[in-house]
């Protein structure tokens, strides 16, 4: 409980120190002064613009500060003018105005837009006509324009399926027929996986030869023709869609630039010996840290033995008025003592008492740092008395 009650004495002695000397020290002002400051002095005044540029010019003892502003035509310039302020050690003054101007007439930006049909076809030429190559573009920011077109962008989607009946038509030769017998054609034929019915034949004499007072046939070829309806699905309809892009324009009043110039005159401040004082207490109370720190150290290490190896059981701070190594959960087990340097010298002269659970052993350190012992567990060992 001591050695917690010291620390945050401690760091609570350090905290109230910084908190002092933190508005201490920003009340000392430099001599000189950066944009950096300036610009956020300007941007905590919500009533003037932000600056776009700051510049310094010195002259003598006196600054001279040129703030420089880009407002709308009709912004009254006499409102970028700032009462009396104070910065980096100087007192700056309202001086003049200097105005020049500047004419971006336009804004411009980049804007894409989607535009999607209806189509019942997805040729993506025929599509792309449909789209047009311009698409007029205005929006409520004033901002006018043509879009243009990007083919590649064109994306195109079925609306969905719908079913349909066809026929399906097949024409089969047969040549080299001895009569024109149907027995000789089949009845049905494949086609893609469909079976196609015979619907009719046409006969064709192939030759003929003379045989008496006739013309007798040679042979026969059979054309037959098959046909077998079918179904299928076809897209109902498609839908396109295409990206237009382009940049537009936006017509702007006209932009003034205004330089207001301040005249700057140094601060005179008195030597301030407060911060010395308050550093002095820094590292007062820095030091009185440290010696608390290397006072509340631990100072022993305890060893037990496991299997012949020692293992860390504890770390702990021994008093050195009253040198008593608490043991009292240990008994019948060999444990190692290791002692700080420094701990190890002031007690050169001095018994140490190891109080284990059963037996209370004192021995002398002689300037040893490393102790080996053995702590009994017997119970009938009556506990020496420690020395007060």
């Not at 201490?24 to 005044?45: F, H, K």
């Not at 003049?96 to 989607?114: G, L």
Request: one cysteine or more; glycine letters at 6%; aromatic letters at 10%.
């Amino acid at each position: 409980m001591k050695r917690v009650k010291y620390l945050m004495a401690t760091a609570a002695g350090m905290a109230m120190t910084i908190m002092l000397t933190t508005p201490v020290l920003a009340s000392e002002s430099p001599t000189s002064i950066t944009v950096s400051e300036l610009t956020r002095e300007s941007a905590s005044q919500a009533a003037i613009p932000y600056p776009t540029d700051i510049q310094l010019l010195q002259q003598g003892d006196r600054n001279y500060l040129h703030k420089t502003f880009t407002v709308a035509a009709d912004y009254d310039p006499d409102s970028l003018a700032e009462p009396v302020f104070s910065q980096g050690g100087y007192r700056y003054r309202f001086s003049e105005i200097i105005h020049r101007e500047s004419t971006p007439a336009q804004s411009t930006k980049k804007v894409t837009e989607n535009r999607t049909i209806d189509s019942d076809t997805n040729d993506r030429a025929e599509i792309l006509d449909m789209f047009g190559n311009k698409l007029p573009y205005s929006d409520e920011d004033g901002y006018n324009g043509e879009l243009f077109l990007l083919p590649e962008s064109l994306y195109i989607s079925e609306t969905g399926r719908v079913s349909y009946s066809y026929i399906v038509s097949d024409v089969r030769r047969h040549e080299g027929l001895s009569d024109n017998d149907m027995s000789h054609i089949p009845k049905s034929v494949n086609k893609n996986g469909l079976t196609l019915t015979l619907q009719s034949v046409d006969w064709q004499v192939t030759s003929s030869r003379a045989a008496g007072y006739s013309d007798l046939p040679d042979g026969y070829t059979a054309i037959a023709y098959y046909s077998a309806p079918a179904t299928g699905t076809k897209a109902a309809g498609y839908i396109a869609t295409a990206s237009f892009s382009g940049e537009v324009v936006r017509e702007l009043i006209g932009k003034s630039t205004y330089t207001i110039v301040y005249e700057g005159e140094q601060i005179i401040i008195p030597f301030n010996y407060i911060p010395f004082l308050v550093a002095g207490l820094i590292i007062a109370g820095c030091l009185i840290a440290c010696i608390i720190l290397w006072r509340l150290r631990k100072n022993v290490e305890v060893y037990v033995y496991n299997a012949g190896v020692p293992e860390l059981y504890a770390k702990m701070r021994v008093s050195l008025k009253k040198p008593i190594i608490e043991l009292r959960q240990l008994s019948e087990v060999e444990i190692r003592l290791m002692f700080d340097k420094h701990f190890s010298k002031r007690l050169l002269d001095q018994k140490i008492f190891v109080v284990s659970k059963f037996r209370n052993t004192r021995f002398d350190l002689n300037g040893m740092r490393v102790v080996d012992l053995w702590l009994p567990g017997n119970k009938e060992n009556r506990e020496e008395p420690l020395d007060d």
